[in-house]
T-cell receptor, first 111, second 114 residues
Framework: KQEVTQIPAALSVPEGENLVLNCSFT??????LQWFRQDPGKGLTSLLL?????REQTSGRLNASLDKSSGRSTLYIAASQPGDSATYLC??????????FGTGTSLTVIP | NAGVMQNPRHLVRRRGQEARLRCSPM?????VYWYRQLPEEGLKFMVY????????ESGMPKERFSAEFPKEGPSILRIQQVVRGDSAAYFC????????????FGNGTRLTVT
């Protein structure tokens, strides 16, 4: 069964720093990988979707990469801002439309 | 294009009552997932439905919980005879038939059992 791990569980950085969040998965037979953010008391907001044939996707200050063969994805956030503070989750999609979620990284950006 | 709509946002029930949670997927989406999230914990898969069919209910408790996604109308997650342990946030997500479609979430229903 697919297992998705996110390390670290929590991260605190000063404003302006660039940072990397990690996501690893055990079964490389995936259709795609998606990054989400979740603010307290809210639902998950989709940030980036990377198809299995792609290496990376970019949206503004966010860049997500995918190395399917090694079972890893990273989310790079440039020039972090206090508004980036949230929990970030990754999810992989497999056959049968099964989605597997990591437990998330809680990010705090200190002004 | 409205996103995934869930209602109510907050629901308070006494022990033993029934809770009905509704989810309208994004327009054109025919796949719906329900997840439960406890405070400070991750998402726990409950059930996956397509129109008029339950595809996978392996994450749903065998008793008191049921889900449906009728041909017309929203998907319903029903919890009978609620207990305090059912208190959680329940999220619905949908995606389309396009294999490249992302998963979209609603803002959830926060159920409190008193």
């Amino acid at each position: 069964k697919q297992e998705v791990t996110q390390i670290p569980a929590a991260l605190s950085v000063p404003e302006g720093e660039n940072l990397v969040l990690n996501c690893s998965f055990t079964d490389s037979a995936i259709y795609n990988l998606q990054w989400f953010r979740q603010d307290p008391g809210k639902g998950l907001t989709s940030l980036l979707l990377i198809q299995s044939s792609q290496r990376e996707q970019t949206s503004g200050r966010l860049n997500a990469s995918l190395d399917k063969s090694s079972g890893r994805s990273t989310l790079y956030i440039a020039a972090s801002q206090p508004g980036d503070s949230a929990t970030y989750l990754c999810a992989v999609r497999q056959t049968g439309n099964q989605f597997y979620f990591g437990t998330g990284t809680s990010l705090t950006v200190i002004p | 294009n409205a996103g995934v709509m869930q209602n109510p946002r907050h629901l308070v029930r006494r022990r033993g009552q029934e809770a009905r949670l509704r989810c309208s997927p994004m327009k054109g989406h025919s796949h719906v997932y329900w997840y439960r999230q406890l405070p400070e914990e991750g998402l726990k898969f409950m059930v996956y439905l397509q129109k008029e069919n339950i595809i996978d209910e392996s994450g749903m408790p065998k008793e008191r919980f049921s889900a449906e996604f009728p041909k017309e109308g929203p998907s319903i997650l029903r919890i009978q005879q609620v207990v305090r342990g059912d208190s959680a946030a329940y999220f619905c997500a949908s995606f389309g038939t396009d294999g490249y479609s992302p998963l979209h979430f609603g803002n959830g229903t926060r159920l409190t059992v008193t």
